[in-house]
């Protein structure tokens, strides 16, 4: 813009490279200072700018950057890379040359062995392909096709002086492509036989030209619906995805405002090969969210006429109406899975380093953390659970120092392999294997409270800088820090008891919040994700989830997490069975569709055998005590005052004459596990303080009644009868 104003010359200081005596005056306005990216620097002292109409000028730095750093533009972020993303990646470079290697190999072994049925069709359909040949080009040189139809209509109407104008056309036409024939034949004959005659092409010539003549004269003879060759597969190949493809598959899903093929907006880069697939990004039309297409995985993989598990649509990275759609070359099910890195011979993982247990749809490996994070898996029966859960023990178990305990409620021994390894394992549904997973929970708790005291003791001797469990305190003997990994498998069933679930589900949930800063981590699996069989506090706190194929919004987001659907977060795309080991992740960097590796029998026999050998044939840690049930309403009878008691001095009472029963016992858990057995929880007065607990009548009351009644006829959920402080079982 130009003024009638001669604007102040500019002076240019670059902080980086100007000397200290070069500085400007504070207030000095017509200098510039800028940093060394060539952004703007105001003085700190520098005192407002008077009001007026005139603007300063701006500074242009030299193109090349010059004394005064480079100038670097907003777009420049944007760009992208000069190689590819595949190509700069080993991993990626070697799939591809693989796929291309593989299907070269294929193609040549499968037409190699055919080649024989391939020359006899060939011979037959010669002779007919000539004869054809010949007679289309005698056909061709009638004229007959041109105007055969109008003068078919000029004879039906009885019109001969039409229809003789007519053919006198086609005569015409005919004598010009008589004489082009014939010139074309007698060509072709004199030149051959000159050829021939003067012995320039060899013998072999000739046969080459003959090798060549005849599949094109066969190609010609053969049937429209009988080729030469075999297919090489047996339905419509894929080999590339296309705009068009992508556009007519989402217009025949029939989402509303998504009617037109003009509606679907490709992102840069457009679609691109991305691992063994290609990857199309999406902006869907205003008001469409990627989670209508994600539930419509089916017929969208119907649209592409491709199988549902070649088909991968997920929510893009930018908005809610953002798609990624990835099709791979293969269906994943015919794909394969890449080898599991902690397979190999020599493999070992660390609890505090990332480790592979998956993979996702574009085969890239997915990796994780144990250390000061906690696990959620859940899914259908038949969406591969327990081996997903197996995946996260195998990390753990290829760490010499870690501890594993296992509490497996399916009761078929999904686990047992693992036993050796684990200082306490349990396997079935009876009441001590319920006691037993309780026990686990609550000495997780005692040791997760004896661990507070011994971190805050390393503060102190500055060897846990971050009050957390660091790798050298976990190594170290004796320090009693090293990791702990505990599992409960098909926890639904443990929560849901009606003697210990409730007792069980909080101390779960009060594990993992305490427990990851101190070397503990928790993996949970279930496959009935609602708030009575899994506790919403857990959900809500624990760091990774996995969610394999569930029915609905309601059991995705009980496990993902409230709002996860309506983010196209879903794990209602996976079908049991078919999709097993699939669900989508998170916790990690992003949402990730991730397949869970699922060993051999032989492979897994090899791992544990690797597992016992790191560990020199020693179980690490010990084996959790499972305290024999108590009486708990006969105990509330013995820490009862004269007319009943609060229910937190009661907890701690319990915790102090019964710690091997009661060892994290709390005044809110306690209230829960009292009333799911019958006790009212009322306002009870004692040394002048009124607080919630519980009336001893009213207690008395309820012993007598469950003493006299009858098995059918006893209130739900109570315990073996028997004198207050006695032992249940």
């Known amino acids: 813009m130009t003024t009638g104003l001669n604007p102040p010359r500019l002076r240019l200081i670059n902080t980086d490279t100007a000397d200290p005596d070069d500085r400007p005056p504070v207030g000095d306005a017509e200098t510039v200072i800028v940093d060394a990216a060539g952004h703007q620097v105001p003085p700190t002292d520098a005192a407002p700018a008077p009001d007026g109409d005139a603007e300063p000028e701006p500074v242009e730095a030299p193109a090349d950057g010059g004394e005064y750093g480079g100038w670097q533009t907003t777009s420049s972020a944007d760009r992208p890379p000069v190689i590819p993303a595949w190509l700069r990646s080993a991993r990626a470079r070697r799939q591809i040359l693989a796929r291309a290697a593989d299907a070269a190999a294929y193609t040549v072994a499968f ?9 006899a069709k060939t011979l037959f359909y010669a002779p007919v392909g000539v004869r054809r040949t010949a007679w289309s080009l005698l056909y061709w040189a009638t004229a007959e096709q041109g105007n055969f139809e109008l003068r078919q209509h000029a004879a039906g109407k009885g019109d001969a002086f039409t229809w003789q104008a007519l053919n006198r056309t086609r005569s015409k036409e005919s004598r010009g492509r008589w004489w082009a024939l014939g010139l074309g034949a007698m060509t072709f004959g004199i030149g051959a036989t000159s050829l021939a005659a003067s012995g320039v092409v060899p013998d072999w010539g000739w046969w080459a030209a003959l090798a060549a003549v005849v599949p094109l004269a066969a190609r010609a003879g053969r049937p429209a619906d009988v080729p030469i060759t075999d297919r090489l597969t047996s339905g419509p190949r894929f080999t590339k995805l296309t705009a068009d493809m992508v556009r007519d598959a989402l217009v025949a899903l029939s989402l509303p405002g998504l009617r037109e093929r003009g509606a679907v907006d490709f992102m840069h880069p457009g679609i691109h090969r991305d691992g063994p697939g290609w990857l199309a990004r999406i902006n869907l039309p205003a008001g469409l969210e990627a989670v209508k297409v994600l539930e419509r995985r089916g017929a969208l993989s119907s649209a592409l006429r ?100 296992i509490a497996e409620y399916k009761g078929t021994g999904d686990f047992l392999d693992l036993a050796p390894l684990c200082s306490t394992y349990i396997c079935g549904l009876a009441d001590d294997d319920f006691a037993g997973g309780l026990a686990i929970l609550n000495w997780g708790l005692a040791e997760a409270e004896r661990r507070g005291k011994r971190i805050k003791a390393a503060y102190e001797r500055g060897e846990a800088p971050e009050r957390k469990v660091t790798p050298e305190l976990a ?50 699996i279930t496959q009935i994700p609602d708030k009575e069989s899994l506790p919403t506090g857990i959900t809500r706190n624990v760091g990774i989830r996995w969610c394999l194929a569930v029915p609905d919004q309601v059991a995705n987001d009980m496990i993902l997490g409230t709002g996860a659907y309506k983010r196209g977060v879903t794990g209602t795309v996976y079908r049991p069975g078919v999709d097993a080991g699939w669900g989508v992740l998170t916790g990690l960097a992003e949402p990730t569709a991730t397949r869970s590796h699922f060993p051999e029998a032989k492979t897994t026999a090899s791992i544990v055998a690797r597992a016992t050998a790191l560990r020199g ?38 915790v102090q004459r ?72």
């Open 306 to 405: 491709l199988p549902v598990d070649q088909v991968w649509p997920t929510a893009g990275p930018d908005h809610a109406g953002q798609l990624d759609l990835w099709v791979g070359y293969r269906p994943a099910s015919k794909m394969g899975q890449p080898a599991w890195s902690l397979a190999e011979p020599n493999a070992r993982t660390s609890y505090f380093e990332a480790a592979e247990f998956g993979t996702d749809q574009r085969q890239r490996p997915v990796s994780a953390v144990l250390c000061a994070n906690n696990f959620l898996i859940g899914g259908r029966p038949g969406s591969g659970k327990s081996y997903a859960g197996r995946t996260i023990v195998t990390i753990a178990a290829l760490d010499p120092t870690v501890e594993l305990k």
């Open 475 to 524: 190594r170290r003997p004796g320090s009693g820090l090293h990791p702990i990994v505990i599992v409960i498998d098909e926890a639904h069933e443990l929560f849901g008891d009606a003697t210990v679930g409730k007792e069980a589900g909080a101390a779960a949930e009060r594990l993992v919040k305490r427990g990851r800063a101190l070397g503990i981590t928790v993996v949970i």
């Open 658 to 729: 019964w710690p091997e029963a009661y060892p994290t016992m709390t005044g809110e858990a306690l209230s829960e596990l009292a009333r799911a057995q019958g006790v009212v929880s009322t306002d009870v007065k004692i040394g002048g303080r009124t607080l919630k607990g519980y009336r001893l009548g009213q207690l008395r009351e309820l012993i007598a009644h469950r003493d006299t009644a009858t098995p059918t006829d006893g209130p739900d959920g109570g315990v073996n009868g028997a004198d207050g402080g006695a032992e249940a079982r």
């Open 617 to 654: 044939g020693v179980v690490v840690g010990d084996t959790v005590p499972v305290a024999r049930a108590r009486d708990l309403a006969g105990d509330l009878v013995a820490v009862a005052a004269r007319n009943g008691q609060h229910w937190t001095t009661a907890a701690a009472t319990l």
């Open 111 to 119: 037409h190699g062995v055919r080649s024989p049925k391939y020359l």
